[in-house]
């Protein structure tokens, strides 16, 4: 029979460190992660009696986090759990904790994919929902046509503009101009959703081209590096061995991070 935790990188530790958090949270925060969690496991042990059915689909979202949205949706009805006390919550206080589960979600998504750190991710995208749910700002679509008034961009679109510098640059111009412009209006609140959001998507924007910008600064230093390795090299006088070990430091080199 086909098991979930063999699409894992390892299955050593059974305890996650991150699916509680532990410090000085609010009640509210400890209450949501406990049934977050619960939920989580309730939902991989659904997929596990169901693993050839769920086995891409557990992939799959290891790398999208709408995937994730969807699986969730799908194996559990999250409209039946009992969020009363987030609903109590003021809508500033519920937006914070969203944004609080998003970037749990992220730190989770850019680490090694062990089955605790998908239950990490897992359990960040439930609580995620029910805030959501208790806010009744349900997720935007991602894809074309209409934004609906949300410039925030789904997981698919970020990771698109990795590949793709003209479109992240149109972006990011185009959300730094919202921002020129709801700033100048009369009422304009920092502690406005829409600020947040504008600066929220901002600054993914902004940390992936900075991450291009980066990875093309050691593109040209490894070129550099290499160039100066062959200047200093006759390849008419070039024997077996030295090519050899030419090409033992030029892989090293090609390799290094």
Known sequence: MTSLKSLFANNNNNNSTEVINRGNQLSSTTELTRISTEIAREILKRAEADAEKYQQVILDSQKSHDVMDKLINEIYDLTTVDID?????????????????????????????????????????????????????PKSAGGGGARRGTVAYSEEELEAFKSDPEALRRALRNVQSKKSIYKSKADFDPKSERWQELIMVEEQLKAIRDGQTIEAEKAIEKTNQLEEMLATIDINDLKAADAKNMLENIKQMLTTK
């Open 85 to 137: 006390f987030l609903k109590a919550e003021s809508e500033e206080v519920l937006d914070r904790m969203i944004k609080s589960q998003q970037s749990k979600r992220s730190r989770a998504k850019s680490k090694e994919m062990t089955f605790e750190n998908y239950l990490t991710m897992l359990t960040g995208a439930v609580a995620e929902n029910l805030l959501r749910i208790a806010a009744n700002k």
